[in-house]
């Protein structure tokens, strides 16, 4: 059994093909996807016909939720974008996914934590500002309504469950959260994960794809986003 897992495509539709082309080369047996579909500058509705096409079982991100839920003068300039791109029918859509799903073994799939999509599993933030890995007992809290879980998709978890980041296929960088520079990978790939059973349990890999990355960036820059086209082209918010 292997299991691709994407998530944070974010209307990145080159980094997606990139992705999908990697996963039918490498006979994943199936792919799971955890939210934040489209929003941005870049190919949105697009994106939205290429996922719907696929069916893959998708958990609804903030961002999906977002783009039917709030008013205009509270979604970012990408979210105005990306809802603006959409139809009616497809930001109905979005926000009609689950906001968790739970596949075979012991699989949990979401988006944020199970109770919140807001919030980062893996991380946190201190007092003092910084945001930093989720220390142990806060990674414990945040999953104690899931005792059952076996996978979550970072690293090994309260009772021996896996927790799995897979990265965002299509935005590099923390654009919800500027404090989070330190923690960004500073690099433009486009990244997901594999996991694979075993006989003594799921093993993850992690993968970063090059795809064409200036694409992207250009069009950001064309729809008048440049902090976009300079995020998506680094990998970092400069």
């Known amino acids: 059994m292997r299991l691709a897992v994407i998530s944070d495509i974010h209307g990145n539709l080159a980094a997606l093909e990139a992705v999908l ?4 080369a490498r006979g994943v047996d199936r792919t799971v996807n955890l939210g934040d579909c489209v929003t941005s500058p870049l190919w949105p509705r697009e ?14 991100g903030n961002h999906d939720r977002w783009i039917e839920e709030f008013p205009d003068d509270k979604l970012s300039s990408a979210g105005l974008f ?4 959409l139809t009616a029918e497809q930001r109905l859509a979005l926000h009609s996914l689950p906001s968790q799903i739970r596949l075979d073994d012991g699989i949990l799939a979401c988006h944020g934590t199970p109770d919140n ?10 007092d003092d500002g910084r945001f930093v890995p989720a220390r142990r ?3 414990a809290m945040r999953l104690a309504s899931e005792p059952t879980a076996r996978v979550v998709p970072g690293r090994h978890g309260p009772h021996d469950c896996l927790v799995l980041n897979p990265g965002s296929v ?14 960004e990978y500073r690099s433009p790939h486009a990244r997901y994960a594999i996991l694979t059973k075993r006989q003594r349990g799921w093993q993850a890999e992690l993968l970063a794809l090059e795809y ?20 998506i082209s680094s990998g970092y918010v400069k």
């Open 170 to 183: 299509g935005c590099p960088v923390f654009a919800d959260i500027p404090v989070a520079a330190n923690l």
């Open 47 to 60: 994106t939205f016909e290429a996922l719907e096409a696929l069916s893959l079982p998708t958990v609804r």
């Open 21 to 24: 082309a990697d996963i039918k």
């Open 117 to 126: 999509d807001t919030t980062c599993l893996l991380e946190e933030t201190l």
């Open 137 to 139: 007992d806060v990674l």
């Open 82 to 85: 990306a809802r603006n791109a």
């Open 212 to 231: 064409d990355w200036d694409a992207a960036s250009s069009r950001a820059l064309a729809n008048d986003h440049p902090k976009w086209a300079r995020a």
